[in-house]
């Protein structure tokens, strides 16, 4: 049985060797939408100051008809207003899967190459774009992008099953870098019977992370970045060590 003093320990020493490098790859993982911190994950909200106009009542009210806000608004009156803005958001929506299946995914997964190769030898930065010339893309992209929407929609039954189902799911990345030909429905499956009896666990190891993560954001959210390599070097040694456990035949 694993404990989180083990896999830090052994993720920390692996940043002692190659701490700017798992940076790097960490870095990009972040960026290409990658990450699988619930922390993170949880998103955030803001206040309404600076804006120039607000939905009320069925209307957009404007706060200032004659700045460019309000003669824009005037000219476009309201249906056209929601209008644009559902084409808008739609298009930023395609734009992101598109990105994400595309680039994002291999990305990631090639991240996630970097801190399981790191285990046994010194990684490579290029791991970054070994899905790129796997032979194996369209199905790694596949796996990820069904995996991402199944998740989605446990989120949308219920906010409790979803995290549930999100650690369920978190080792997929893992099985497809050992296995990058594995069917979709096989590494999913594999990734729910690895994590089994250890859902709770992972949360926890999550929650372990809370205040680092919270020292990095009063440093202006910068500081964040600099605790992402650890996070990754160490649920790469819980992949390991779930792995090392494993008694089910795939």
Same mark, same amino acid.
């Given at each position: 049985?694993?404990?989180?003093?083990?896999?830090?320990?052994?993720?920390?020493?692996?940043?002692?060797?190659?701490?700017?490098?798992?940076?790097?790859?960490?870095?990009?993982?972040?960026?290409? %939408? *990658?990450?699988?911190?619930?922390?993170? $994950?949880?998103?955030?909200?803001? *206040?309404?100051?600076?804006?120039?106009?607000?939905?009320?009542?069925?209307?957009?009210?404007?706060?200032?008809?004659?700045?460019?806000? *309000?003669?824009?608004?005037?000219?476009?009156?309201?249906?056209? /207003?929601?209008?644009?803005?559902?084409?808008?958001?739609? #298009?930023?929506?395609?734009?992101?899967?598109? #990105?994400?299946?595309?680039? %994002?995914? =291999?990305?990631?997964?090639?991240?996630?190459?970097?801190?399981?190769?790191?285990?046994?030898?010194?990684?490579?930065?290029?791991?970054? %774009?070994?899905?790129?010339?796997?032979?194996?893309?369209?199905?790694?992209?596949?796996?990820? #992008?069904?995996?991402?929407?199944?998740?989605?929609?446990?989120?949308?039954?219920?906010?409790?099953? %979803? /995290?549930?189902?999100?650690?369920?799911?978190?080792?997929?990345?893992?099985?497809?870098?050992?296995?990058? $030909?594995?069917? =979709?429905?096989?590494?999913?499956?594999?990734?729910?019977?690895?994590?089994?009896?250890?859902?709770?666990?992972?949360?926890?190891?999550?929650?372990? #992370?809370?205040?680092?993560?919270?020292?990095?954001?009063?440093?202006?959210?910068?500081?964040?970045?600099?605790?992402?390599?650890?996070?990754?070097?160490?649920?790469?040694?819980?992949?390991?060590?779930?792995?090392?456990?494993?008694? /089910?035949?795939?």
């Amino acid at each position: 049985m694993w404990t989180r003093v083990e896999l830090k320990s052994k993720a920390k020493d692996f940043l002692r060797m190659y701490y700017w490098k798992a940076f790097l790859v960490a870095f990009m993982i972040f960026i290409v %939408g *990658g990450n699988q911190n619930m922390l993170l $994950n949880s998103g955030g909200s803001s *206040g309404r100051g600076g804006q120039d106009a607000h939905y009320q009542g069925g209307q957009i009210i404007v706060d200032d008809p004659n700045s460019f806000v *309000g003669r824009f608004t005037e000219l476009m009156g309201t249906p056209g /207003i929601l209008a644009l803005s559902i084409v808008i958001v739609l #298009f930023v929506i395609g734009f992101f899967l598109l #990105f994400r299946f595309f680039i %994002g995914i =291999p990305i990631e997964i090639g991240g996630r190459k970097f801190f399981l190769d790191g285990i046994n030898e010194e990684p490579d930065v290029k791991s970054l %774009g070994w899905v790129f010339k796997s032979g194996s893309y369209m199905n790694i992209s596949i796996t990820m #992008f069904l995996t991402g929407i199944y998740n989605f929609l446990w989120f949308l039954l219920l906010i409790i099953p %979803g /995290i549930i189902k999100h650690y369920s799911y978190m080792m997929v990345p893992y099985i497809l870098v050992k296995n990058p $030909n594995i069917e =979709p429905s096989k590494a999913i499956r594999q990734s729910i019977q690895m994590t089994d009896g250890h859902k709770m666990n992972m949360f926890i190891l999550d929650l372990s #992370f809370l205040g680092w993560y919270i020292l990095g954001t009063l440093m202006l959210g910068i500081g964040v970045l600099f605790v992402n390599p650890y996070y990754e070097a160490t649920y790469a040694q819980l992949y390991v060590s779930l792995k090392d456990n494993e008694t /089910i035949e795939y």
